[in-house]
């Protein structure tokens, strides 16, 4: 059974405030548990004009107090501007809001430019790149309730609160880097399709196949790719509302991260003849269409990735618009049912 989860980044929209968009994101959580999504994840991104989600872990708390049963979870903390205890404090906290039912995805992308990123942590500048692996083993560590060995300056310290259960640690990336590392301890992977168009995917799949170190809290290896898809009643809805998207995507390649537009707007804009020509070569690749055609396109890129969960991502100006795309996946796949 092929599980569906999604996932949220608060998108700004024009005419709309930002605050808004945070306040859509706890109600679509709300209607994603009661469609019967197995997960709802929320991501992190920083100065970004078309992305309001900032802070994901809390965010995650009041989303928690909002539902009962949905895993809810990071995609992801950009580990690399934090310190791992204070993260793995966090999502003990969560858990003890959320028994058994936290996700901590973590990533090392800024999540936005490089100014901002020096802004939230100079030092991650003069670290180097491997420092992400020894953040990631020290999470883990905190996140199981062990403490550094002896010999070490921070032997005893521990991550409270203690509970029966614990946050499930993921790795997220969208290359091999992030393979390599969840193979290797042994975690959860997410591939994010959306941000590469499904390059790498397969590459990134097989090595994290290949390598995986079970472990006593991860046995088998376990992987989910992030896409980028929308659902309506007809293929000429989809693809009217896929203008929204298709505008953000030309505005974002010449440095534009603006609010999303309407449908109506997008389609209006001034498109040069290599815009034109770019527009349609994203309408014929992207996961758009009727319930029917998305999801048998879903479930053959699921099966060729050999995984058994996607997760959605849905942009939208209009938030019923999302909703009623979720819906429509939801009614496919037989969520309520499963």
């Known amino acids: 059974m092929l599980k569906l989860s999604i996932l949220d980044q608060s998108t700004a929209a024009a005419g709309r405030g930002q605050d808004q968009a945070i306040r859509d994101t706890l109600a679509l ?8 999504y197995h997960r709802f994840w929320v991501s992190e991104h920083h100065n970004h004009d078309s992305i309001a989600g900032t802070a994901p872990e809390v965010l995650m708390a009041a989303i928690a107090a909002r539902t009962s049963r949905i895993r809810i979870g ?16 966090q999502f003990r906290v969560l858990d003890a809001l959320a028994p058994g039912r936290i996700d901590l995805g973590v990533g090392r992308a800024p999540g936005g430019d490089r100014r901002t990123a020096y802004a939230l942590n100079p030092h991650a500048f003069s670290a180097g790149e491997d420092e992400f692996p020894t953040q990631v083993r020290d999470l883990e560590g905190w996140i199981a309730g062990y403490t550094p060995k002896e010999g070490d300056p921070r032997h005893g310290v521990r991550a409270f609160p203690m509970a029966p259960s614990q946050p499930r640690l993921w790795m997220l990336g969208s290359s091999d880097y992030g393979a390599q590392l969840a193979a290797h301890f042994g975690l959860p992977y ?3 399709y959306f941000i590469t168009d499904g390059r790498g995917a397969e590459q990134a799949m097989e090595v994290y196949y290949r390598y995986f170190k079970p472990t006593p809290q991860q046995p088998e290896p ?3 790719i992030c896409v980028w898809a929308l659902a309506a009643e007809t293929r000429e809805e989809a693809e009217h509302l896929f203008m929204t ?8 390649d010449i440095g534009e991260l603006l609010p999303l537009q309407t449908p109506e707007a997008a389609a209006a804009h001034d ?14 690749r992207a996961l758009i269409g009727t319930p029917a055609e998305l999801g048998q396109r879903l479930r053959d890129l699921a099966e060729s990735l050999k995984v058994r969960e996607l997760v959605i991502l849905t942009w939208t100006h209009d938030p019923a618009a999302k909703l009623k795309s979720y819906q429509l996946l939801a009614e496919e796949f037989n969520l309520s049912r499963s």
Do not use: C, I
């Open 29 to 36: 959580a709300e209607q994603a548990e009661a469609l019967g």
């Open 74 to 89: 990071s995609a992801g903390v950009m580990l690399p501007h934090y310190n791992a205890l204070k993260v793995a404090e």
């Open 190 to 192: 997410s591939f994010a």
């Open 222 to 224: 376990e992987a989910n």
């Open 245 to 252: 998207r298709a505008r953000w995507r030309q505005g974002r």
């Open 271 to 284: 498109y040069t003849a290599v815009e034109r020509a770019k527009l349609e070569r994203d309408r014929k």
